[in-house]
């Protein structure tokens, strides 16, 4: 008899690549990510890992009921490490996962992937946690996308530096999206890509700036610092607030 096939190929501590120069960046935080192949997702799979399908996502396209799987997998594993084994994480009505009290933090998948970080909730008032994958955009898509990504002064800004127009575009559609998640739960609103610009971007750092004010105490001009690593035609940003 064949052994059963999973999607799940593989789950490990740590960040799939960019963790030496970005681990420094997110500590204290766990991390977890989880290889998956959508090719061979089953439902039943769920059952094999002891991971709950929520209604919301059982009736959700196959990619997505896969994706969903890795990421879940990989959150168990971070929050077994911060004390709460076999907790149920639950997707909000807003999509954003329900931690548990006290717990803060953020996941991400792409076609293979699905990478989650998490730790204790610091003692600070503005802390967060934030990971985003990408693959590349590259043209012709960057050229139609990049105007709901960055500003026309961030564009000029990208022509100065070493790095190709589309890893610099991939990068910053990546990092906000990253700053989204880290601020999402502590201010409860959507922002757009143009409410915050990069201001530095050289050396696996970050640094993006708020344009407009997103609450009492984040400030338009606020800054927070995001790491990032690039792997082939991925791209993958962390950004941790408050540690
Ligand atoms: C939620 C969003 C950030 C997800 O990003 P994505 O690149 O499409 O997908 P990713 O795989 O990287 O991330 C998906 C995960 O984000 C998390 N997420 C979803 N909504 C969230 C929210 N409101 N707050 C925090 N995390 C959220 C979920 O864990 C989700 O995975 P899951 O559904 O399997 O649990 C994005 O789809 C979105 O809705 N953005 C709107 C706001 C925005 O992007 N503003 C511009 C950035 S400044």
Known sequence: MNPPVSSILSVAPGLPFGQAALAEGYAPAQVWYCRFDKTVYQDEDYLGHG?????????????R??????GRIAADRVLTAL??????LRPGEDRSPCWPQGIQGALTHHASLAICIGWSRPEREVAGLGIDIETLIGPPRGHDLWPGIISVEERAFFTTLPLP??????????AKESLFKALYPLISRYFDFLDSKVI??????ITLELLVAL??????????ECGY???????LTVLSLGA
Do not use: M, W
């Not at 009921?65 to 890795?70: H, K, P, S």
């Not at 530095?200 to 750092?205: A, V």
């Not at 609450?215 to 927070?224: D, E």
């Open 65 to 70: 009921r896969g994706e969903y799987l890795a």
């Open 200 to 205: 530095y971007l050289r050396d696996n750092r």
């Open 51 to 63: 991971i709950a399908l929520p209604s919301a996502i059982a009736g959700s396209a196959l990619k």
């Open 215 to 224: 609450a009492p105490n984040l400030p338009a001009g606020s800054r927070f």
């Open 229 to 235: 690593a690039v792997e082939g035609d991925d791209v």
């Open 83 to 88: 004390g709460y084994p076999r907790f149920d």
């Open 165 to 174: 127009f589309a890893t610099c575009l991939t990068l910053a559609f990546s």
